[in-house]
């Protein structure tokens, strides 16, 4: 028997209104989650289950960098690569595109928002001095009329934002986390020890870092980041195994934070290894080929050469610690070949720096994860 004709357009009316409901629902959720800085998802991927740290450089010739770097006023010389006269700005034009996710645009306003009467610690060598500068030039050209103190001393630099928000941002240098003291052979670099992990408590977010691939080449090292013998528990040498010693070197600041970190309290961020790119081998070039004169990052998802050492041994190390998430920027900074100052840092004097990366540039792109990490982040705000 053929349902009644008003039956029939009840129960339509019912779907369309059902189909009405879960539309609008569906769209205000997307509102929602672009407005709360959420990572927006496609298919059936959930936020938790998106791993930002995977994808690819897309070219995009709208993509305009958050600052630019002739009015920020936080720039160190040896980042501010146009200055210096580096005849390409094609690396400013390639945007981040994570496998499965949709990144929202840095928010620099919902950033100190969200972080409000907290403080941030950076602590490690020169490369963290180029993402905490990085952050602070994104912040002061994202919000308006920004109120702002900077203070340098010693190894210690902060920048503040008292009035509103009370939040700062803090750049503690210590290339190697553990401990360099003078002692009568000469400076030591003790694997095992970190007295002044003190200096690192208080804060609510702390974020980690030490020299990688670069921090381990034999000879400049010990000009660099001044010591003269590595020690561990009663064993002095004048050199060891980089990597070993790197590995121990993480195996004490892991300690450190077992001992002295309440999760509930400090969200411990460990950074990845910033690669270097000195040896075209690592991308299927000639071995005398290096940053100089690129223009492109490699295209794709995996580093020809895979990860380095020190990566295998960071994993390791931090593997199964519930007090530590990894800050996994390794392999998308390995794929920018082309972000360095190389013959274009400061007072070069025809050297190469492939090491240290342009501002504005890829360190841009780690603060925009760290912000969707922060965004995502429930305990924080």
Not at 93 to 122: D, V
Not at 153 to 164: G, H, I, L, Y
Not at 223 to 229: I, K, T
Not at 260 to 273: E, R
């Amino acid at each position: 028997m053929e349902p009644p004709v008003a039956s029939t357009q009840v129960r339509s009316t019912v779907l369309a209104t059902l189909l009405m409901v879960l539309l609008h629902t569906a769209v205000a959720a997307g509102y929602n989650e672009l407005k709360h800085g959420n990572v927006s998802m496609q298919g059936k991927e959930r936020p938790n289950g998106c791993d930002i740290f995977r994808g690819s450089w897309v070219l995009d010739k709208s993509y305009a960098p958050l600052y630019d770097s002739s009015s920020s006023p936080f720039l160190d010389a040896v980042f501010d690569c146009p200055k210096n006269g580096h005849p390409n700005s094609l690396y400013l034009k390639y945007r981040w595109k994570p496998m499965s996710c949709i990144l929202r645009r840095f928010n620099g306003l919902e950033l100190l928002a969200k972080l409000k009467g907290k403080k941030m610690l950076f602590v490690g060598d020169s490369i963290s001095l180029n993402q905490w500068q990085s952050l602070t030039c994104m912040l002061h050209a994202t919000v308006p009329k920004l109120s702002y103190s900077l203070t340098r001393k010693d190894d210690v630099s902060t920048f503040a934002v008292p009035v509103t928000f009370g939040v700062s941002f803090v750049f503690y240098r210590n290339p190697f986390l553990v401990d360099i003291l003078r002692e009568k052979i000469g400076r030591v670099l003790k694997l095992d020890s970190i007295a002044h992990g003190d200096a690192w408590k208080g804060y609510d977010i702390l974020s980690c870092s030490t020299p990688g691939t670069g921090g381990c080449t034999r000879g400049a090292i010990s000009h660099l980041f001044r010591w003269d013998y590595i020690q561990y528990g009663n064993i002095i040498r004048k050199d060891m195994d980089r990597v070993l010693a790197f590995k121990e070197g993480h195996k004490t600041w892991s300690r450190w934070v077992n001992d002295n970190i309440n999760p509930a309290v400090t969200k411990v961020f460990f950074q990845g290894i910033s690669p270097t790119h000195y040896n075209g081998e690592e991308w299927n070039a000639s071995p005398s080929t290096s940053c100089i004169g690129q223009t492109q990052p490699i295209t794709g998802s995996q580093y020809p050469a895979g990860l380095p050492p020190q990566a295998a041994a960071v994993n390791e190390v931090l593997r199964g610690s519930t007090k530590v998430t990894l800050f996994d920027i390794t392999v998308l900074s390995q794929l920018r070949k082309d972000g360095h100052p190389a013959a274009y840092g400061f007072n070069s004097r025809g050297g190469k720096d492939c090491s240290h990366w342009c501002l504005a540039g890829v360190p841009d792109t780690w603060n925009e994860l760290l912000y969707t990490m922060l965004a995502n982040d429930s305990n924080m705000g």
